[in-house]
């Protein structure tokens, strides 16, 4: 296969010839299927593998100026961010999730354990730069029950009211309702009591079990992920939906996982956005121990590809789609909003999870730098709320 450079430069050299042009130089299987896609029928599972197996470079432009017209069909020409800070309030962890450099036992140099007031603190930081989400996620300390995240909201809300807080991945809820004996739907309206407001659906990584027995054995299965989502969604709750690839896993593994998630969508209609998130090796136990087994992450190739081939298999389910600057770096990022995605997540001020696992990004990316990089791609820069709400529109020739 050829590399992203070459990738990128065929898709430049093809665009121009419009969608029509660039559709006639494919034919069997991949032409199908963008004729599919194109005239609003769905793409099967078995049918999104055969896309990730694009390996011709004027079938793989097809395939990425396809899905950025669709995209442009569904969304429009708008690419929007949000102005939010990641609170990571602890990193000890009993878990150990192989893909994780993040988390740290009790007595490591490396932990820590914020505190209320610590996070209030950091709220009332975010709310003053013009923040209006707190992202919290943490390790799953084994001296907290379910009560503490009740608590924790509390804490957000009354340092920062009006504050959105965009917090506790499927596996939290699973913790939590278990810490305390209780159910996971009574476990989510005592969250929703303390003005709780959206989950983020991390925790998926890949939705088939034989991959989530390698990666995280001591995590919960596909089956608890899927049944508390949907009951989230069902108490009236919205959730992002995820994927992180590029490990141990295969192909046909992404397209079964999108596959999962669109019926849940179907059903539910909780998500608001899906979040490819490649894998980043590094630092990490899965990668260092492997002996070669497991992947240096997804190629370059490869995230174009799951940018374009979800576009096509959510079409009319999940109508967003977000880049990660934080583990792809800003230019990579900006490159694959032309390839279906559109939107360009959030500022997040302290991400440390990513950054633990060796991605060279993930401090803080101004809001301006969002709308640049937007405008350099001729598309229009908008402040989103967490739920894909506008918030404010921005001009397209630069006037903030």
Known sequence: ????????????????????????????????????????QEVSVEEGVDLFGIENLDELSALAIAAD??????????????????????????????????????????????TMDEIADKTKEAWDIGATEVCMQGGMHPDIDGNFYVELI?????????????????????????????????????LKDVGHNTFPGTAAEILV???????APRKMPTEAWIRIVKKAHLAGMHTT?????????????????IGILRDIQKETGGFTEFVPLRFIPW??????????????????????????????????????????????????????????ANDFGGTLMEEQISRSAGAGYGQYFPPEEFRRLTREIGRIPAERNTTYGIRQMFDANGND
Not at 158 to 163: E, G, N, R, T, W
Not at 175 to 181: N, W
Not at 299 to 308: C, F, I, P, S
């Open 209 to 215: 079990e034989e991959v989530r027995k390698i990666i």
């Open 154 to 190: 509390k804490a957000v809300k009354k340092a920062v009211p009006d504050m959105h807080t965009h917090a506790f991945s499927p596996f939290e809820i699973y913790y939590g309702a278990e810490s305390l004996g209780i159910s996971e739907e009574v476990f989510i309206d005592m």
């Open 241 to 257: 939906s995820t994927i992180m690839y590029g490990h141990v896993d295969e192909p046909h593994h992404w397209a079964e996982h």
């Open 283 to 340: 630092n990490t136990r899965l990668f260092k121990h492997s002996k070669g087994k497991v992947s240096e992450g997804p190629t370059d190739v490869d995230q174009l590809k799951m940018y374009a081939v979800s576009r096509l298999m959510l079409r009319g389910w999940i109508n967003n789609i977000q880049v990660s600057w934080v583990k792809q770096g800003p230019e990579f990022a900006q490159f694959s909003l032309t390839a279906g």
């Open 69 to 114: 017209e669709i995209r442009k069909d569904d969304v429009g020409d708008v690419i929007t961010y949000v102005v939010n800070r990641n609170i990571n309030f602890t990193n000890i962890c009993n878990t150990y999730c192989g893909f994780c450099n993040f988390m740290a036992p009790e007595g490591d140099e490396r932990a820590y354990f914020l």
């Open 1 to 40: 296969m050829a590399d992203i450079k070459e990738a990128i430069e065929k898709i430049e050299e093809n665009r121009p010839l419009g969608l029509d042009g660039v559709l006639s130089r494919v034919n069997g299987t991949t032409g199908r299927i963008l004729d599919k896609a194109l005239t609003g």
